[in-house]
Every structure is written in structure tokens, then in C-alpha cells.
């Protein structure tokens, strides 16, 4: 049982690059997160999808862009990567919106130089 | 403002019994969530509180009371593998859920 697999684990980038986060989950659950987690920070919300086609602006959504084109895939990218996006970046699910109980990636260490 | 308030960093004794409180200002309520994080890891669900009370799992138990604005989240016969950060979570009135910066709870023999 693989709940949500995120990659890649860890990347370093160079700033101006495109990078894109992957994340893949097997629960046929309707809604996808994506946040960011920095020292001292709550959990923020970068994107979200309440089911397959839809995509809403979380509370940092701003040099993010993301997909829903199925129920188990919900890329993240960053089209053109800065140093204040240097975080550990989690995919999460849950089976419905509206539900506080969700399921997390491992995580994506990303670091911007 | 939205503003989840837990303590930064708190330190017990295994075997014993530690409280992580968590104070919040949202913008209404539909439930307050409570997720263990360990070092490196993803946080994984723990407890849900959306009336007033204790909620109790095992050694785990959860209190809500929704007129104070507090939540707190009470561990019992500490083990060293509860050593992990605790995350308080509330969702507003447009479902989306407000999270605490996490309390980091460190387990001494």
C-alpha cells in the first residue's frame, strides 16, 4: 500500500529553473494539497484540488502552478524557482474536501540557490 | 487575523504525562485537528475535536472547548518514540484548515 508518493525526495536548483514536484496517490481520494513547510511556520497552503479538473489558490500560491488531469496525480510547479522557495514541500490528500484528516507525502526537500 | 498559538519547544520525562495547549482566533470553526510529526518525516493524523470535551485514543487524549478558543492535547505514559513535533490544526468557516507552527516535544529518560 503506497498512500501518496511524492518526488523527488530532495533537489537542489538553481534559481530562474524549472522545476516541477510530483505527487501520486492510490486512495482514489477526491481532494489534493499541496504545502510548504518552513521552520517556525505552520503548514501553508499552496494549492489545492477538490477533485479531478479543479484546481484553488491557497494561502501562498503566488510562483506555483499546479494540475488535477486525473484523481491520482497533482504535479506542482515552479515555473521560474526563487530562494524564498527553498522548503520542504508536502502532498497531501484526504477522501473528501472539507475533512481535517488528510494523508501526507514523505515530503520534497527542495533547495534554491 | 487567523492565529493558531501552541508553545515552540517542551520538555518530559518518559512515564510521565505532558499537556501541549493550543490557543486560536479563526474565522469561524468546523473542527480542531491535532497531527504528530517526527524529525524528517510526514505529520500523521492523531485526533479530532469538533464539540466541546475529551476525546480519548489509548494513551492519547484530545480536549476542545470551543468558547475559550483552546484546545490541548494530553499524552500519558511517555515513551521515547512520542519525542516529535505536535501540530494543532483548525479549520475556518471555508473548510480550510489553519495550522499551528508546531510544538516540538522532547522525551528524556
Known amino acids: 500500500i503506497a498512500g501518496i508518493t511524492q518526488a523527488p525526495t530532495s533537489q537542489i536548483l538553481a534559481a530562474g529553473r524549472r522545476m516541477t514536484l510530483r505527487c501520486t496517490q492510490d486512495?482514489?481520494?477526491?481532494?489534493m494539497y499541496w504545502y510548504r513547510q518552513d521552520l517556525g511556520l505552520g503548514l501553508r497552503l499552496i494549492h489545492y484540488?477538490?477533485?479531478?479538473?479543479?484546481?484553488g489558490k491557497g494561502e501562498v500560491p503566488d510562483g506555483y502552478s499546479v494540475s488535477r488531469a486525473n484523481t491520482d496525480d497533482f504535479p506542482l510547479t515552479l515555473a521560474s524557482a526563487v530562494p524564498s522557495q527553498t522548503s520542504v514541500y508536502f502532498c497531501?490528500?484526504?477522501?473528501?474536501?472539507?475533512?481535517?484528516?488528510?494523508?501526507f507525502g514523505e515530503g520534497s526537500r527542495l533547495t534554491v540557490l | 487575523g487567523q492565529n493558531i498559538d501552541q508553545p515552540t519547544e517542551m520538555t518530559a520525562t518518559e512515564g510521565a504525562i505532558v499537556q501541549i495547549n493550543c490557543t486560536y482566533q479563526?474565522?469561524?470553526?468546523?473542527?480542531l485537528f491535532w497531527y504528530q510529526q517526527h524529525a524528517g518525516e510526514a505529520p500523521t493524523f492523531l485526533s479530532y475535536n469538533v464539540l466541546d470535551g475529551l476525546e480519548e485514543k489509548g494513551r492519547f487524549s484530545s480536549f476542545l472547548s470551543r468558547s475559550k478558543g483552546y484546545s490541548y492535547l494530553l499524552l500519558k505514559e511517555l515513551q521515547m518514540k512520542d519525542s516529535a513535533s505536535y501540530l494543532c490544526?483548525?479549520?475556518?468557516?471555508?473548510?480550510?484548515?489553519?495550522w499551528g507552527a508546531g510544538t516540538k516535544l522532547i522525551i528524556k529518560p
Open positions: 490544526a483548525v479549520m475556518d468557516s471555508n473548510y480550510q484548515l489553519i
Open positions: 486512495m482514489r481520494h477526491n481532494a
Open positions: 484540488s477538490n477533485t479531478a479538473g479543479t484546481t
Open positions: 497531501a490528500s484526504s477522501g473528501t474536501s472539507g475533512t481535517g484528516e488528510l494523508f
Open positions: 479563526t474565522s469561524g470553526f468546523n473542527g
